[in-house]
């Protein structure tokens, strides 16, 4: 039996893959709309990956570091670690910073931690030039996105920070860049207030504010401890909030991406909406095209299965192809974003299966226009 | 032996309803032999596509009988919800023009019809070259219908006509669009077509020149049908 569909295809194929090619550029966004929500999920986990700690413990009645933000003394490190049932902790500080460069400020999320404390947040794969911190003052490891070289000196606050290493794909859940710096300069740079501030301060009889504060205690459980007891027991007598390795990890991707995630959500939506409404309207431009083919075929006595088969078996091609030169696309462009993008073969597969139906759906157009020919359109020029 | 092909009775059709209604053809009877080729004539509007539609399954009439063959197809309804089967089956198409599908070359072209039929794709494509053979085409049949020429697509499409080995054919103005000698060569060879594929054809025609061709007149007067004999021989004949 011929094949209608693949003889039609044959016939004008440049055109039939162009248009394709015009689709999947419109599909390869929606997959790289997809890649930049997987890119936020690995983000926003990368720190917490990174640190690999069972307990964040903060301020009371607060959801920090990250989602809120949370001020403790540090000596609440000493204090956690004497707890039955720790194995490690470590204080540490988060903030945002830009840092002058050549080309302009780069936007940076500064993490303060101890050189020489239990728990170190640069992953040793990640660091690719250089080495961690080893001094208290003065270091800075830098990821390399910042465009820093190692030696190069940057000015901050009051003072000059040399880069002594550099690391790749450390960003924090914004998809700022990570630099590290020592504790105690991470924490001048966030709690001390400048010699005017402080003069002001003492002339309106408010005492120096202390600096030894920190943002977060972090700890490692012993094994055979119970995460969850030692939380309830940090949280029942020393009154802080303390969340989990996982529940911080839902704060992080189902808080605080929440309505970003939305916002992408609702562009892929119409993305496909309009990918569906494109190809629908192909398919009936190009049914529009044969309606005298089909008026004859269904003259001479071609039944309209077969000439549907041909629209559906068409529109569904035009998907599929749609679908991968779309992936093409997708997989060529996504390296040139700013921001993470993953692409994973799971979302892939899942748009497929939305193409899929999308062209099915899109193609009863093109077959409400068959089932509509008159065969006497055949006749009369 | 039985010849008929084609047998009309009290045929009708009118268009629109009440005050809007339009009688197109109002009783019309007639009969086609296998083997005859018969021009069918009238003014412009007159209904003759009307009548061929009819015949051809395609139209609904309002009333009356049609034979195709043995089998009666209509008798104030459909007898079978089957008409584009019997399109298929029974009836070949001649159109003004060619209507090959541009997308298909001419062997596919022929051999559409019987592939659809449940013809194996062997056999269809052995009678469609014999076909193409007897059109002296042969050596077109894996072109494309936009390479060849507008007289060889003609052929093709006559072809394709024949390739369901049809009871009737019906041709609508097959030469209107082509000059008096392939005109004349058209209608000879539909001639020749209907004795030796024994089948009857009815041909829709406004050139009068095409007349002393056929074997016999069909006329549609006065919403009727008239059978007339085919005038004597034309000097460009």
């Known amino acids: ?381 | 032996m039985n010849r008929q092909s084609i047998k009309v009775e009290n045929l009708v059709k009118n268009f629109g309803k009440g005050d809007s209604l339009v009688e197109v053809i109002n009783g019309a009877s007639f009969e086609v032999n296998k083997g005859e080729l018969v021009a069918l004539i009238a003014p412009s509007g007159a209904g003759k596509t009307t009548l061929l539609m009819m015949i051809g399954c395609v139209e609904e009439p309002t009333s009356g009988t049609i034979w195709l063959g043995d089998e009666k197809v209509y008798e104030n309804r459909w007898l079978t919800k089957e008409t584009r089967k019997i399109r298929r089956e029974k009836i070949g198409f001649i159109f003004q023009a060619h209507y090959l599908i541009p997308f298909l070359n001419i062997l596919e072209n022929v051999t559409l019809v019987p592939q659809t039929n449940g013809v194996s794709k062997k056999e269809s494509e052995a009678f469609a070259r014999e076909l193409l053979d007897y059109f002296d085409i042969e050596d077109k049949a894996e072109s494309m219908p936009s390479s060849l020429s507008g007289g060889q697509n003609q052929r093709a499409a006559i072809a394709r006509a024949l390739a369901n080995k049809p009871q009737i054919i019906l041709a609508d103005e097959p030469t209107a669009a082509l000059d008096l000698k392939r005109s004349v060569d058209v209608v000879k060879m539909l001639k020749k077509i209907a004795l030796d594929q024994d089948v009857a054809i009815i041909m829709v025609t406004h050139d009068e020149a095409m007349l002393p061709l056929c074997d016999r007149i069909l006329k549609i007067e006065n919403k009727k049908v008239v059978s007339t004999e085919v005038p004597k021989k034309s000097h460009i004949l």
Do not use: C
């Not at chain 1, 704060?251 to 494109?278: D, P, R, W, Y």
């Open chain 1, 1 to 381: 039996m011929i094949n209608l569909a693949q003889k039609e295809i044959a016939h004008t194929f440049g055109k039939f893959i162009v248009t394709a090619m015009g689709v999947g550029m419109l599909l390869g966004i929606v997959l790289i709309m997809i890649g930049v929500y997987r890119g936020m999920l690995v983000d926003a986990q990368a720190l917490l990956d990174d640190m690999d700690v069972d307990l964040w413990i903060v301020q009371e009645n607060t959801l920090g570091p990250f989602a809120e933000s949370s001020r403790i003394h540090e000596d609440m490190r000493d204090t956690i670690k004497v707890i039955d049932g720790i194995k490690e902790s470590a204080g540490f500080t988060f903030q945002n910073l830009q840092l002058p460069s050549k080309s302009g400020a780069v936007r940076v999320f500064a993490v303060g931690y101890d050189p020489y404390g239990d728990i170190n947040p640069i992953n040793p794969k990640r660091l690719i030039a250089g080495r961690v911190l080893q001094r208290d003052h003065y270091e800075m490891v830098v990821t390399d996105k910042t465009a820093f070289q190692l030696n190069d000196k940057i000015p901050l606050g009051r003072d000059i920070y040399t880069v002594v290493g550099i690391t790749h794909g450390t960003v924090s859940s914004g998809g700022d860049p990570l630099v590290y710096v020592s504790l105690k300069d991470a924490q001048e740079l966030q709690f001390l207030y400048s010699n005017a501030r402080t003069r002001n301060d003492r002339a309106r009889g408010i005492a120096s504010t202390n600096s030894h504060m920190i943002n977060t205690v972090v700890a490692r459980v012993r094994s055979g401890y119970d995460i969850d007891s030692v939380a309830n027991d940090i949280r029942r007598f020393k009154h802080k909030a303390v969340f989990t390795a996982t529940q911080e990890k839902t704060l992080l991707t189902k808080n605080l991406i929440k309505m970003a995630s939305k916002q992408i959500g609702m562009f892929t939506v119409i993305l496909v909406l309009v990918s569906t409404i494109i190809i629908a309207l192909i398919i009936y431009t190009m049914t529009l095209e044969k309606m005298k083919e089909i008026a004859i075929m269904k003259l001479i006595g071609i039944p309209n299965s077969m000439i549907v088969k041909m629209i559906v078996q068409e529109t569904l091609l035009m998907g599929v192809l749609a679908f991968i030169s779309g992936n093409i696309f997708a997989h060529l462009i996504y390296t040139k974003f700013p921001k993470r993008v993953v692409l994973e073969a799971p979302d892939a597969f899942m748009l497929f299966i939305v193409v899929v139906l999308a062209s099915i759906l899109a193609s009863f157009v093109g077959v409400k226009k068959v089932l509509s020919a008159d065969p006497a359109e055949a006749i009369g020029g």
